[in-house]
């Protein structure tokens, strides 16, 4: 079993900067790869970024260059880094953990492939 909790969500202006952060526990070992999802009103969960344990990453064109995930496997945490952001980023955060690893060299950014997630962190951007 692993568990997620996400952190780090608020309020802040457009052209601010937030990090989020998600804790694991449990079998984080079994953690093939890490990602970040966010849901706006009215609209479907959507791929932001992911990272594998060792270390390769990929972005949702629409936060290249402006977000960052990184991880810190001593403190078993992944981050978001997220600089500009715009009112349009506003959205429930999801960190997502897959545990069943891939053959393939890209990393997934199917919801359908990460089993588990945590409960979500707000973050809203105003104008």
């Known amino acids: 079993q692993v568990q997620l909790v996400e952190s780090g969500g608020g309020l802040v202006q457009a052209g601010g900067s937030l990090r989020l952060s998600c804790a694991t526990a449990g079998r984080t070992s079994g953690i093939y790869a890490m990602a970040w999802f966010r849901q706006a009103p009215g609209k479907e969960r959507e791929f932001v970024a992911a990272?594998?344990?060792?270390?390769?990453?990929t972005y949702a064109d629409s936060v290249k260059g402006r977000f960052t995930i990184s991880r810190d496997n001593a403190r078993n945490t992944v981050f978001l880094q997220m600089n500009s952001l715009k009112p349009e980023d506003t959205a429930v955060f999801y960190c997502?953990?897959?545990?069943?690893?891939?053959?393939?060299?890209?990393?997934?950014?199917?919801?359908?492939?990460?089993?588990?997630w945590g409960r979500g962190t707000q973050v809203t951007v105003s104008s």
């Open positions: 990272i594998r344990s060792i270390g390769t990453t």
């Open positions: 997502a953990a897959r545990l069943t690893p891939s053959t393939s060299i890209y990393l997934s950014t199917d919801r359908a492939d990460y089993s588990t």
